[in-house]
Structures are given as structure tokens and as C-alpha cells.
């Protein structure tokens, strides 16, 4: 491990940071070359392979980015290196805290030899168990001190399928390719579309006879007379349940008896019926 240095330590962060520049512009130059390949392809018709080559485009993207917060946060310390050469405690100072712990946490992820001597040179002035502390593993795969914005740009999964095509039509638009994307959703508004134009289609046959068959018959019913007014049996009630809410003779005693468990439950069945 490098022990510290004050006026090595601000050299080798200066190199970090110029590293850091020119891995961005090479990453950007690289970008541009795989962009008009991916849109080479698309125009030749292999939408496949052109999507396996924006997933690893966007993985790149995700890499420019860390480095440019590495970059962020080298700068902040050569800026605040009065700040990193005075501390003497475990911890860093709060203003400096996020430079530190992102340098240490994500420099192993990255392929600057110049970042890795700065981390080793931070490890050995806060010594050990800061540096542990900041080692991911099972238990803790995100340390609290490391900024989630590290965090964020070190996780590893596969792009989704809508982001790959986002990326692959501002390619292809972008290059003057003609690329227009087949979304879930459109396939199913297809799929129901041809099923209402079958419907409709089988409509004009059958149906439009069962229709003519059924206007006589509404013609033919009679309108009743208006009768006097009665009432109904509620539609929920059967007979039964109306007689028990008749009003007793006079001079007979109601008994009302308690609702079982399983009276309660027939009286739901009967009602989930009726509502049918």
C-alpha cells in the first residue's frame, strides 16, 4: 500500500484526472464508430444483431458516465486538498467524504492504473477499517458512505427491451435509417382488430337475420293495461322470507329466532344468486 505523500498525492491526482479525460474522449470516439455500425445493420435488415450491439452501446454509455462523476469528484478533491491533508481522524471531512468514498469504492471497476495508485494512496491515509467499510459484498452490496450515484452506475443487468428500441430508433433516425419498432401493444390492438372485423363480417350474415326474425315478435306484444298498484316481492326475498316478515294475527305471540352460522351463510348464497 502507498503511504502518504501530500505532494505525491496531488501529482497523482492531477494524472487521474487527465486520464480520466482522455478514457471519456476515447469511449466517445468509439461510440460514435459502433452508432453507425448498429445503423449499418439495421438498413441491411438484422434487427437482432443490431439489438445484441446497442445493449453493449448502452453498457458504454453507463461506463462514460461513472467516469465522468469520478472525474467530478477528483476534481473536488484537488480543489479541497487543504481539506484531505489535514485530516487525521478515520473519516474524512463531510465536504470531501463522497470524493473519497467514490474513489475508493469504484476505482477497481475501472482500467486507469493512475486511479488505482490514488485509492490505494486514500486507503492508507484513512486507514484500515475505513477502507473495509467501503468493500462491497454479500452483506453489503451498497455501502452507506458511497453516493448512489456510484452506486447506481456499477450495477450490472440487461437493458430493457423499450430502451433498446429508444436507442435503436435515435440511431437509426439520427443516420437516416428507416427503423420503426413493433411494440407489444400494437400487436395485441392488431390482433383484437382482426377479431372485430370477423365478428362484424359474421354479423351480416346470421346475426342480420336473427335481427329481422326478432322485430315481428316485438311488434307483436301487446301493452298491458295499467293495473293497480301492488306491492312486489323484493327481488333478494323468496316466499318464504316474505311470510316470515308478515305481521302476525292478532293475539299470537312472533317468535323471532337467532340466525345460525349456517343460516347466515345460505342467506349470502342465496343473495350472490339472485344478483346473477
Known sequence: MVPWNAARTKVQIKLSIQRLRTLQEKKHALAKKSRRDIADLVQKGRIETAKLRVEGLIQ??????????????????????????????????????DAVCAIVYAAPRTEL??????????????????????????????????????????KVFAPGAELVDAYLSEIASSYGVSYLPLLPNDSAEAGDGEGAD?????????????????????????????????????????????KKDAPPPPGQIRV?????????????????????
Open 198 to 242: 370477423d365478428e362484424a363480417g359474421s354479423g351480416d350474415g346470421d346475426g342480420g337475420a336473427k335481427e329481422s326474425n326478432s322485430e315481428p315478435k316485438a311488434a307483436a306484444v301487446a301493452v298491458p293495461a295499467p293495473a293497480a298498484p301492488a306491492r312486489e316481492p323484493s327481488p333478494l326475498k323468496s316466499p318464504d322470507a316474505e
Open 113 to 154: 492504473k493512475e486511479l488505482h495508485i490514488l485509492r490505494e494512496i486514500l486507503m492508507h491515509k484513512f486507514g484500515r477499517n475505513f477502507s473495509l467499510s467501503l468493500l462491497p459484498g454479500d452483506n453489503n452490496p451498497s455501502p452507506p458512505g458511497v453516493p448512489p450515484r456510484i452506486v447506481s452506475k456499477l
Open 60 to 97: 458504454d454509455d453507463i461506463y462514460v458516465e461513472l467516469l465522468e462523476l469520478l472525474e467530478l469528484y477528483a476534481e473536488t478533491l484537488q480543489a479541497r486538498f487543504g481539506l484531505l491533508d489535514a485530516s487525521v481522524s478515520e473519516t474524512p471531512e463531510p465536504s470531501i467524504s
Open 256 to 276: 323471532v329466532k337467532k340466525p345460525t352460522e349456517d343460516d347466515e351463510l345460505a342467506a349470502r348464497f342465496e343473495r350472490l344468486k339472485n344478483l346473477r
